[in-house]
């Protein structure tokens, strides 16, 4: 992983992961790209990150895929098996944030396009600046508004019509609409918005290890799920999961106590 293009400190359970190509407006290029992916799926359940915060360098989230770069490459002119490489590469970056046990909050500021756009849709939080605006841009550059992960995430959050509307348009979606939509949970300057991060993770950290991860995991499994039954007797199969740990004997104890909890991951 390169440290020059994603900066990451961990301090207290919390990965504070910062895209660092703030001159590109944190473009993803093949070195960033790799270095998402590689980092997230390097998570498991025993890593010492049990929350992540992703945000962006500078005056951007991410403004997408760096097609400077992309067309110095050779662009579209790459046979077919290439190109569904370098596709698979961007896409597992989302496919990887969603298998993670650990919860992701995203703080977007300023311009979040493309595969930006998909990074914060990937995430289980979204906390936006009053400058945000996140569109589905590559509709706007020759290409299907459909792609790595945003037309299965969109329509989920905001509906059918709203996602059409932006995803056939490659319209911008300001902050304060994102807000309306329940899309992003705040709106609010930038440090205001890191300490809200902090302030969740210090919560999150709250839930045993084990209970936190496996909410991450009903919630995404609970979008698809076959009907409300198949969601209860997944919620049932966790809560027994969660009783037969230490933690949740700890966590029951510092309730009683009025303490903050102790947890082993056990």
Known sequence: MSPEVLQVEERGGVAWLTMNRPERLNALDPALTDALRHYFEGLNARSSARVVV???AGRAFCAGLDIKDTTAQGGGQRGVEEMLEKQKSIRDIMLAMRRCPQPIVSVVQGAASGGGFALALASDIRLATPDARMNAAFIRIGL???DVGVSY???RMVGSSVAAEYLLTGRFMEAQRAYALGLVSRVAPLAELQADAQSLAEDMLRATPVALRLTKDALGLAIDAPS????IALEDRNQVLCTQTGDFREGM???LEKRAPRYTGR
Request: charged share 5%.
């Open 54 to 56: 992703l945000q962006g």
């Open 144 to 146: 299907s508004a459909c």
């Open 153 to 155: 995430f969109l329509p």
């Open 228 to 231: 409300m039954e198949a969601v």
């Open 253 to 255: 104890n510092a309730f």
